[in-house]
């Protein structure tokens, strides 16, 4: 009997992993989509961006290019790309990544380009498309200070996009740096205030997230060459970061390129994926106690190879989340991939199937998600080197899974919702997304997220987690829709509320603040938008406080009980 009963069971597994393996299928689709072009030949390869830059509604692609060469701007059509030309002063230095970022909260998009051989360069949007070099007035540096990624996140939670730089400088001089958003079109260096190091790491890219699910967006940076750790600052929500990379078992010393977030288990702990040369890919699974674990091994995603760019992308909208990765190999050597799909089997193991991806075989570097059609399936675009065509990863995948669409606004927090987690639940099954802004290997995803939902036709709830610390939900949602969400809009009740951990109402508030909490908090600091320490508050439990003599403005409550620390947002008016 048991002898029948793994016949039928293996025989089951084949089918069904056979069923899966069909069900994905891209295809190189660049020229027919009118966009059969070359970025040129730049060393280790330049960033490219799958970004609604016009707020159209098509996903829209943005292209890095190589000294002598303006930056390369496909507008979506319908589904078609056609190129144009912005009005953009000249820029034809070598360029690394492109960033579309509000970084002035007005609503238009602005564009950030970094470069390795020139000064980095910040374009203004008037808000009619017509764009200045802001760079000068905006403070940021005018030298070269071999800049290869940027990313941009809140650290200080003022509502205001910040921006950490990867530099890369062959020379090992130049550290890394931190600039601040001081809300008035300027940045400030806070670099050695924060405690970011000060020595050079030759670093390719770097990533804001909440490791710890503090409300507090941490900083993870890729380092080239296996005698510089990668490093893991964690935010102290005083507007200070502390090294944690050895206590949470991130410092990997490694050939370090790209830094990819996602919750690949569905977990609600965000986890990190790392590429490297043949000594393997990294996956670093969040334990959910500020420690991680490399799993790469055990879930099949070490590639072997020499990687490059890599994202999460859920390819079959079956619930959870699949792996790309790019690679500076041609497939010349069979013993060494060019480029993988990971697939996902639901239970966080990954397998690369035989369909799909058919002559991906070119020296590939950055990679990108976007939704080409609209049709709610993600495509991958993929900057190639030696005067190569990219890639337009079409998703043609023969199923009819249903999906959802979410895009932020936020009101509080950034115009974007640079920083919020979006969480689904579907009969108790849990997705999440974290919202980035320049990412993977000088890359930027869309600026929607996409879930899938399998056969499923509505969604439970669509909860959204605001760096602001508000909280709004909806639900009962339908299927196969665009859901904007406005910050505020959908706020949790008190009642609601109170089934979190530790939760503060209401928020904004005038006067007296009502804190609940499932075990008795027994020390409350609060600071000001700045960082500095307005008061401290010790006794047996803290339920109340009295707002009402506080200045108009942001506010952060470090609420600690013996169980945990929490930072939360508050805005008093």
Do not use: H
């Not at 239970?347 to 070119?362: E, Q, V």
Request: with cysteine; proline share 2%.
């Amino acid at each position: 009997m048991r002898c029948k009963a793994y016949v039928v069971i293996t025989v089951f597994f084949m089918l069904f992993v056979s069923i899966c393996e069909s069900q994905t299928n891209f295809v190189d689709q660049a020229s027919v989509l009118g966009i059969g072009v070359s970025c040129g030949d730049v060393p280790i390869g330049n960033g490219i961006t799958f970004y609604d830059y016009n707020d159209d509604g098509w996903d829209d692609i943005t292209l890095a290019t190589q000294t002598g060469e303006p930056i390369r701007f496909f507008k979506n059509m319908n589904g078609v790309f056609i190129e144009e030309t912005l009005n953009i002063p000249n820029n034809l230095s070598q360029m690394k990544q492109v960033n579309w970022v509000d970084y002035d909260n007005d609503g238009a998009l602005d564009l950030f380009v970094t470069s390795n051989v020139s000064g980095n360069k910040l374009y203004r949007n008037d808000g009619n498309f017509n764009f200045s070099d802001a760079t000068s007035e905006s403070q940021l540096p005018l030298q070269n200070i071999s800049t290869y990624g940027a990313s941009w996140g809140d650290y200080n939670n003022d509502s205001y996009l910040d921006v950490f730089l990867s530099s890369r400088d062959i020379a090992e001089v130049i550290p890394n740096y931190l600039y601040r958003n001081n809300g008035d079109g300027t940045f400030t260096n806070v670099s050695e205030f924060a405690g970011i190091l000060n020595t050079s790491n030759l670093s390719f890219c770097s990533a804001f997230f909440d490791f710890n699910n503090d409300g507090c967006q941490d900083i993870y940076v890729s380092t080239d060459r296996i005698n510089n750790k990668n490093v893991l600052y964690k935010n102290n929500c005083d507007g200070t970061f502390t090294d944690v990379s050895e206590s949470s078992n991130t410092d990997l010393y490694i050939d370090a390129m790209s830094v990819t977030i996602d919750d690949y288990n569905s977990d609600g702990w965000l986890d990190i994926y790392v590429t490297n040369t043949p000594s393997g890919n990294v996956l670093l699974r969040n334990n959910g106690d500020e420690t991680f674990t490399n799993v790469a091994m055990t879930t099949g995603t070490t590639f072997n190879s020499i990687g490059w760019g890599a994202v999460f992308l859920d390819a079959e909208n079956d619930m959870d989340l699949d792996l790309y990765v790019s690679g500076l190999l041609d497939g010349s050597n069979t013993n060494f991939l060019s480029a993988a799909f990971y697939e996902n089997n639901g239970l966080g193991n990954f397998a690369i199937p035989s369909t799909g991806f058919f002559n991906d075989n070119r020296e590939s570097y950055s990679n990108a998600i976007g939704d080409i059609d609209n049709d709610g399936f993600p495509e991958i675009a993929v900057s190639n080197a030696d005067n190569e065509n990219i890639f337009i990863w079409k998703n043609e995948a023969p199923i009819s899974n249903n999906w959802l669409k979410v895009k932020l606004e936020g009101t509080l927090s950034n115009k974007r919702g640079v920083g919020s987690l979006i969480e689904v639940s579907i009969n108790g099954i849990k997705q999440y997304r974290y919202t980035l802004c320049g990412e993977g290997y000088l890359s930027q995803n869309s600026g929607i997220e996409i879930f899938g939902l399998g056969n499923n036709a509505t969604i439970d709830y669509i909860k959204v987690n605001w760096l602001s610390g508000l909280v709004d939900i909806i639900d009962n949602v339908s299927a196969n829709q665009l859901i904007t969400i406005v910050e505020g809009s959908n706020l949790l009740s008190e009642v609601e509320y109170s089934t979190e951990i530790i939760s503060l109402v209401p928020n904004p508030v005038s006067d007296l603040l009502k804190i609940t909490s499932l075990t008795p908090i027994e020390t409350l600091e609060i600071y000001n938008s700045i960082g500095q320490k307005v008061i401290e508050m010790n006794q047996e439990n803290i339920e109340f406080v009295d707002m009402s003599k506080f200045e108009s403005g942001i506010y952060f409550f470090k609420l600690m009980t013996n169980q945990q620390t929490k930072t939360m947002r508050i805005l008093k008016y």
